[in-house]
């Protein structure tokens, strides 16, 4: 969904050319990272599993609807409910490093934070900047699908599994060398915002199958079901902080309720 105001079609092109210099290369860096991120070197040592970002932000962020970091930076400074607190867009990416990729948050102002930042401050290059008061969400965000939730069914998303989904996520959702792990201890925990099945679902229609997303609402709920359904590990926050002398500060606050 665009920003408020803005159309998709509206807001800026992704940038074709990369700026000169060491911020040019920090921006390439970032890219790699991006594409990269269970092997890189740089950031192996903080991820968990099997994913890379671009397995969620596809085509390493540029696709405009699935997972798009296109005009991101321009949403940030943001309000966090989860966080309970007003986050940066580093804060954004470092915690997807301790939910999605199950692993350890690097340190505030490392390579890694920095760059994939700049990379992504990159893809928003003409955007204005609009800063979200409600949750961290770019203004190229999934929209959650208008879906009675209570409809899904992951019995049939079993089936629907097998027929759109197999060939690369394999049979027991373990990953093949076409796609990563959807469940299992190589995929996303439960606190990452794709556990959640209106999340899934709602990302599954825009982005899936890969190159042709073409599910209906009923079989991307239904899927999405069945996926969560799955066995994947657990979020505890402790497991996933860094020795304080590497922390930084950890934006986040516990909610009064």
């Not at 879906?147 to 049939?156: G, L, R, T």
Request: aromatic residues 8%.
């Amino acid at each position: 969904m665009a920003a408020a105001g803005l159309l998709a079609e509206d807001l800026p092109a992704a940038p074709t050319e990369y700026p000169e210099g060491p911020l040019g290369e920090v921006v390439r860096l970032g890219e790699t990272l991006v594409n990269e991120t269970k092997d890189h070197p740089l950031s192996k040592p903080f991820v968990g599993n099997q994913l890379n970002c671009t397995s969620c932000h596809l085509d390493g962020g540029t696709h405009p609807d699935a997972g798009s970091f296109l005009q991101t930076a321009a949403a940030y400074p943001a309000w966090s409910p989860r966080e309970n607190r007003v986050i940066t867009l580093e804060d954004r990416v470092l915690n997807c490093f301790m939910r999605s990729q199950n692993g350890i948050r690097p340190p505030n102002g490392s390579q890694v934070s920095v760059a994939i930042t700049t990379y992504i401050t990159w893809l928003s290059t003409g955007s204005k900047i609009q800063m979200n008061g409600e949750k961290p969400l770019g203004p190229r965000h999934v929209p959650q699908l208008e879906f009675d939730w209570s409809k899904a069914n992951p019995v049939q998303g079993k089936q629907d599994y097998k027929t759109y989904c197999l060939d690369c996520h394999g049979q027991d959702g373990q990953g093949t060398a076409d796609g990563p792990p959807v469940w299992g201890p190589q995929s996303y925990n439960d606190g990452a915002g794709l556990s959640r099945v209106p999340k899934m679902a709602s990302w599954l229609k825009v982005g899936m199958p890969l190159g042709d997303p073409s599910l209906t609402e009923q079989e991307a709920a239904d899927i999405a079901a069945y996926i969560n359904s799955q066995e994947r590990p657990k979020f505890k926050l402790e497991e996933h902080l860094p020795k304080a002398e590497r922390l930084g500060e950890y934006n986040y606050e516990p909610a009064n309720r």
